[in-house]
């Protein structure tokens, strides 16, 4: 193997992993967001909205942990909710 074929499997190698998690970090933010507002995002920001995906993809809560989120916070409004009617 000479010089410029090690060179390039690793530059397909740090490709595949950008590529990964980039995909990942996509769904997350298509999971987290409103579809309209990340696509809107994506098409006139794309280098900070890219940058996103990748913190996202490398960093971003899981489903499970997301959905565990959404849970406690609805059920803080739906209490927050019954105390109000309680009070009028």
Known sequence: ??????????????????????????FKI??????????????????????HILLLGLFGDTKKQMMAKKVKEQAKFEKLVEDEKETL
């Open 30 to 51: 298509f999971y987290k967001y409103n579809t309209l507002l990340v696509i809107t995002y994506i098409v006139f920001l794309f280098p900070i909205a890219f940058c």
């Open 1 to 26: 193997m000479d010089g410029d074929t090690i060179v390039g499997l690793i530059g397909l190698l740090i490709l595949a992993l950008v590529i990964g998690v980039a995909w990942k970090g996509i």
